[in-house]
Each structure stands twice: as C-alpha cells, then as structure tokens.
C-alpha cells in the first residue's frame, strides 16, 4: 500500500500540461457490425467478432452527431444490452449493469486498462477523458474473468481513444484542431477545445472538456426535528476534464501514453439515501496515467505490455449540519500478454500484478494486492467451426485462488453464424463492502468472493440490404453474490453473502443500414428479457440492489441523412424487476438531434439542436435522485 502512494502521485506528476478537446465525431455511428468487424475485447487479440462465439457489439466511428449524447453514459445508453442508472443528468455520475449483474458487475476499460474504482463501483463513469476522444466501443456481453480477471461478472465495455485506434484504423497526417460549445436550459453549457499533429511516425493529441448547469430546484420533504435546512435542493453540476495522449511508432513497437484528470463537483440529493434529511452535495477528482508498448505491424506474434495508474478522490457531504466524509482510492496496475498463430491454432498467454487501496475518514485505511495469469486458445478446427477456451487463476487475500475457465464455439453458416458457451467467473468485495461504517450502511470483513457459472447460446444472421439480426439467451446462477441486507431492528442495511441467485435472460437487436437514393438511413432496435431470483431468500424488498434491474428494456436509434441535414432519434424504455419504492418502475425517453453540416472560410461546420426527454417525463433511476426533464439545446462546432 505504501508502494502505491509514493508511486503513483509521481506518476501523476506527469498531468501537467496544458491540453484541449476534440470533437472529431463527424463520422462517427454507433451500429452492430457482425459480418468482418475486428474486434479485441473478445480475445484480447484482434479477431473477427464471428469466430468469438461471443456476443459481441462493436460501435464504430460514423454519424454520431445523429445522436444526442453529451456524456458517455448517454452514449452508452445507445448500446444494446447495457442497463445504465444515472444519478443525475448528463453524465453526473452512473453504474452500469449487464445481464442482471449489479453495478460491480460490468468491467470497464479504457484502451485496455481498467478503470473500476476499488472502493466502490459508483464512480464507474468518472473517466478522464472527454466525450469527444472517444473512438470505438466495444460491448462484450456476458462473463470474461478468464480474459480480464475479476469483477467481468455480467460483461465488458472497451472504450478506445482516437490515439489509440489512429495506427490500426484511423491514420490521418498533419495538424487539426476543433472547438464546439452547446447551451441549454438551466444555464446549460457544454465547452470544449482540441488539437491533434500526426506525423510520419508520432501522433499527439490533447483536449478538455468544461461542462455544467445550474440545475434545478426540485422539492424534498421537510426533515423531521423542526430543522432549518430549505425544503428544497438544487441539481446543479460543473464538470472539468482534459487528457493528453502520444504515440509513437519505434522499431517494431508502438509506444502509447496517456494521461488524463477529471473533477466534478454536484448536487447529490437522494444519489445515495432516501432520507428526508438528504440535502448531500459530492466532489470528486480522478487523476489517471497510462503507458502502453506493443509489436507493430502484421506479426505472427503479437505482444504488449501496459502500466497504468489511478487515483479517486471523492468529497461527499450529507448535509450542512453533517462533517464531510472524504474517501480517496488508487489503484496501480501492469499486464502483458504475447501470442503466437501456427496454421489454424493461435495461443495467448498473459499475466497481470496489481496494488489497490482506500485512504477513508469514515472507513479506514486499507490495501492489498492481487496477481493473475491466463492461457486462451483459439483453434479454427474447420473452415467454419472455430474454438476458443481460456483459463485464468487469479490470486486476491478476499478469496485465495480461483480459478476461472471458459469455453465458446462459433459455427459459421455463411449468412448466419451459430455460436454457445460459457465461463465460471468471480468478483472479490470491493473496500466499501467490506469496510462501510454509516448509519444507514454496515460492511462486513468476514464477505467471501461471488461466485457464478454462467451459459449462453445465439445466432448472428446477416440478410440483404444491410439488414442484420442477433439474438441470445443466457442463464447464470450466482453463489455468494454480495447484496445489502435491511435489518429491520436496526433500521441499516448490512453487506452479506447470497446462498444462490439465477439470472435468465433473452437479448435480441435488429441493425439496418442503408443508402436510398441521396438519402441514408439507420436503425437500430434492442430489446432484453431478464428474469432473476433470489432462490429461497427474503423478500426482494428487504435487499437493496438484488433486483434491481430491468425486466424489459427496449432501446432504438434513428438516424436519416439527406445532403447537409442530418435528423437523428433515441429512445429508451425500461421495465423494473421490482417495484421500487423511490426510483420510477417504468418510464420511457425519447430524445432528438437536428444538424446542418456546411463550410464556413474552408472549415467544415456543423450546426445542431436538441431535445433531450422530448416529453418531459419525471423520472428517476435510483432512489429519488430526479432525472432532468426536457431541456432544449443549441450548438456549434468547428473543425480545421
């Protein structure tokens, strides 16, 4: 633990410098792509997503500007599968789900690094990097400890950055820059800048991000006790992010850094209780450094090796008459992996070491550390029948060893591509699960490790006229899944082991994408069926996330192209498992986009409107914290 806090402040050292945003987003679209995309989350090596006999969602850059989204939890909303729960809007703060998972659940990456927090998971989508760097997502639906190690419970997502992706798919020389601003209801502003030179061997980028809105004042309950606190909150929020980044092409090797930092500073009424005495306000800082080396080129053998480091500093206070508790966590990480391909066989093998802690006024200091290894095989035994199986042991002081293996096989019928597996998967207690001492919340030292094996089979069909279909179902049963446990007599929620939990579930999604005449059109459509639970347990009331997540879940995009006008549309509804007595059970969202692409004195210029929750619907995903209704906003970018 020592280790971590001399080095990784060093390291951090390294964020001082002076970068602004890009928005290179003018091509940029988010659709399945099943027949030849190559994707890496599925294999940690690149593969063509029809031999991973995984579900596999690869959202890639084109028309994205269709698509009102003004933070990545926005844009993720976007992706099939993927249950997001804001708290707040525009990217606030958000946990994400897949499968029934609970926040914990989901891996994110960030071009290959992981960027859950070890404290808590609720500060998931703290990333240090805008909106606008953001290249590729890649959406792995379904258990992949056996590549990734822990916590890939209920799936993946792969966040790739522009300097990340620019030598594999988006080379583009010489210097750009760009700015963009939008503004909106509630003194909403959305600011940013970016410059970028790519030379013959070297690419360097840098952006930042400043964006917030006054919010709105929204009316709680007055607190018991005759207290003076207002009977109101405010919602407002002020976000600042920048990153930089440097490739740089050696002999034989790519090496890539990035360095990124985010502060936010928010109204975080009912983020976490229920109480009518919650009038909390939060603040949080990310600071991230990251610094890859990996073979170049087309090659037999592939190979890289990758340091990264994060520190999470979060401020919250409950209310004015309450002291602030302040809570900071690192985590410093190093993974390699190599492969090698003879004829139809290709293996893989990595290894990966990691210190973790939490410096907690309320809950202590603590730290460990945790190591893993892994082995996967992808054997093509016919021209259509492709193998692959991975095992991985990972050693944590939560649980010992544990090992995790998987299997998927993908058969491909030409159109169609038939694929079925499954994986044993783990997920350790996080540092708030373990240590949490509130009035509301109680850890428990004694947790042991979720266990779970999970199953899934599906079908990827590809039809004429760029029209393509998937569809899986899956089932996992859970031992020891974590969950906050109400006692009654005490009136607070303690952190206990599950016996077993079951999880089914359908997932289907419907892509078209297609030039009619001097139009272009594109859909997409998802819809997830989930089913769980708690065998023999108590009643779903009496837990705090165990159901908690949508039973149905549709969500669509539109996007029509004609000239220089582009109209996009999203929509979103969702069904609860449960009924929850604070958060909304069902709700519905649609949101708009409308802009106009021209030339202004040679640079390329686009002009847009939105309307966000075009219906005004009152809604909220956690607890009571209130979503924003409709909010209208204007803006313009400029690209050089």
Request: glycine share 10%; charged share 20%.
């Amino acid at each position: 633990m020592r280790s971590v806090r001399l080095l990784l402040p060093c390291l951090l050292a390294l964020l001082i410098v002076a970068p602004v945003r890009a928005q290179d987003t003018s091509d940029v679209a988010f659709r399945v792509q099943m027949a030849d995309s190559v994707v890496v989350t599925a294999s940690r090596v690149a593969s063509a997503a029809q031999e991973t006999g995984r579900r596999v969602s690869v959202y890639t850059q084109r028309d994205i500007q269709s698509l009102s989204v003004n933070s990545v939890d926005q844009l993720l909303n976007v992706a099939a599968g993927l249950d997001v729960k804001s708290r707040g809007g525009f990217g606030v703060q958000s946990d994400l789900t897949m499968r029934g998972s609970t926040f914990n659940g989901v891996l994110l990456l960030l071009d290959g690094a992981r960027i859950n927090d070890p404290y808590t998971g609720h500060f998931l989508m703290d990333l240090p990097v805008p909106l606008s760097e953001i290249a590729r997502v890649e959406v792995l639906h379904g258990p992949a400890t056996a590549l990734y190690g822990p916590d890939a419970l209920g799936g993946v997502v792969h966040l790739i950055t522009k300097t990340a992706l620019r030598r594999e798919d988006v080379r583009e020389d010489g210097p750009a820059a760009r700015v963009d601003s939008r503004y909106g209801k509630n003194n909403f502003y959305d600011m940013g800048a970016a410059a970028r030179t790519a030379g013959d061997r070297t690419t360097v980028s840098a952006a930042a991000s400043v964006q917030g809105s006054d919010g709105r004042r929204v009316s709680a309950a007055p607190p018991p006790g005759g207290s003076n606190l207002s009977s109101t909150v405010q919602t407002d929020f002020e976000r600042r992010t920048a990153t930089a980044a440097v490739s740089r092409d050696l002999e034989g090797a790519t090496l890539y850094t990035r360095a990124g930092v985010d502060d936010r500073e928010f109204g975080a009424y009912h983020f976490y209780s229920d109480f009518a005495t919650d009038r909390a306000r939060e603040a949080t800082s990310t600071f991230w450094l990251q610094s890859r080396l990996s073979s170049s080129g087309a090659t037999n053998t592939p190979w890289q090796v990758q340091l990264f480091g994060k520190q999470h500093r979060d401020r919250y206070t409950y209310n004015p008459d309450v002291g602030a508790n302040t809570h900071i966590s690192r985590r410093l990480r190093v993974q390699g992996q190599g492969s090698h391909t003879w004829n139809s066989v290709r293996v893989t093998g990595g290894a990966s070491a990691g210190l973790r802690g939490v410096d907690s006024n309320r809950d202590g200091v603590h730290g460990d550390q945790s190591v893993g290894a892994f082995v996967s095989l992808r054997w093509r035994a016919t021209p259509r029948l492709t193998v692959n199986q991975s095992t991985r042991v990972d050693y944590d002081p939560t649980y010992g060893a544990e090992p995790t293996p998987q299997l998927y096989v993908a058969y491909n019928l030409g159109p169609a591509t038939l694929r079925a597996g499954g994986g044993r998967v783990v997920r350790a207690p996080n540092f708030l699960e373990r240590f949490i001492d509130s009035p509301s919340n109680q850890g428990n030292a004694d947790l042991t490790a979720e266990t779970a094996w999970s199953g899934e089979v599906g079908v990827d069909v590809r039809l004429p006229a760029n029209l393509s279909l998937s569809a899986t179902g899956f089932h996992r049963t859970t031992d020891n899944a974590i969950d906050y446990l109400r006692n009654e007599a005490e009136s607070v929620f303690e952190a206990q082991n599950l016996d077993r939990t079951t999880t089914t579930g359908l997932e289907t999604e419907l892509s078209f994408d297609r030039t009619l005449g001097a139009v272009g059109v594109s859909l997409d459509a998802a819809y997830t069926l989930l089913d769980a639970s708690l065998d023999g347990q108590e009643p779903p009331s009496a837990y705090k996330y165990g159901l908690d997540a949508a039973r149905h879940q549709l969500q669509g995009s539109a996007s029509v192209r004609a000239g220089a006008v582009t109209l996009g549309l999203q929509g979103l509804w969702k069904d609860r498992l449960r009924d929850a007595p604070l958060a909304t059970d069902r709700y519905g969202v649609v949101h708009g986009r409308l802009a106009y692409n021209t030339r202004l004195s040679g640079a390329r210029t686009t002009l847009s409107v939105e309307l966000r929750n075009a219906f005004d619907r009152q809604y909220s995903e956690i607890f009571d914290a209130p979503m924003p209704g409709r909010t209208l906003l204007v803006g313009a970018e400029v690209a050089l």
